[in-house]
Every structure is written in structure tokens, then in C-alpha cells.
Nanobody, 120 residues
Framework: QVQLVESGGDLVQPGGSLRLSCAAS????????MGWYRQAPGKQRELVAQ???????NYADSVKGRFAIFRDTAKNTLYLQMNSLKPEDTAVYYC??????????????WGQGTQVTVSS
């Protein structure tokens, strides 16, 4: 079993910055693609950013140039640096990971979410 625990969500003013973290723990062989998703009230969950095990990244158009995703493979930790935050970035942010087990099966996991609120 794998656990993903997010942290770093907070209330921030427009134009401010936050860094989210997602720590993975448990027994596994390797973590493949990791990503951040978000869900605002009344809206569907959407992809914010993804990073593969090889370091390839992709971003939602709405966050390009403002957000940066990176990972520390040694610590099994994923990060999302969010700059120039806007009220429309307000949402619960979820960590997601494709995890390869020791027996080489891949499973997908979600964290419990962390609230980001951008408001003056």
C-alpha cells in the first residue's frame, strides 16, 4: 500500500506564492508519473501539472509560466511551486502518482488533498 500526503495549502493574497509538497510512503519498486490536480467548488477535477520519472513536464494552459512542478526522487516527494496566484486558482489540490510495485504491477494513487485559497 502507498500513501500520498500533501501539505502546504494555505490562504494567500492574489499575486502571492505557495509551495505544495506531496510525500509518498509505503512499499513499492518505483514511482512513475506524478501529478497535481485541482478541484474547485462545483467544477470537475482538472490536471494542473505532471512530471514523468524521466523529468518530462506538462502544464495546464492556465498555469503555464506561473507554476512549476518538480520532484525529489530520493525523497519520493513531489512539489508544486505556485507563483502569481490568482483567485481562480482557489481549489483543493490533489497529488496523484502511478506506482510500480515490486511485482511490477502499476497502480494509481491519490492524496487526500490540500486547500489553496487565493483571496484578499
Amino acid at each position: 500500500q502507498v500513501q500520498l500526503v500533501e501539505s502546504g495549502g494555505d490562504l494567500v493574497q492574489p499575486g502571492g506564492s505557495l509551495r505544495l509538497s506531496c510525500a509518498a510512503s509505503g512499499s513499492f519498486f518505483r514511482i512513475n508519473t506524478m501529478g497535481w490536480y485541482r478541484q474547485a467548488p462545483g467544477k470537475q477535477r482538472e490536471l494542473v501539472a505532471q512530471i514523468t520519472s524521466g523529468g518530462s513536464r506538462n502544464y495546464a494552459d492556465s498555469v503555464k509560466g506561473r507554476f512549476a512542478i518538480f520532484r525529489d526522487t530520493a525523497k519520493n516527494t513531489l512539489y508544486l511551486q505556485m507563483n502569481s496566484l490568482k483567485p481562480e486558482d482557489t481549489a483543493v489540490y490533489y497529488c496523484n502518482a502511478d506506482v510500480l510495485t515490486v511485482l511490477k504491477y502499476e497502480y494509481n494513487y491519490w492524496g487526500q488533498g490540500t486547500q489553496v485559497t487565493v483571496s484578499s
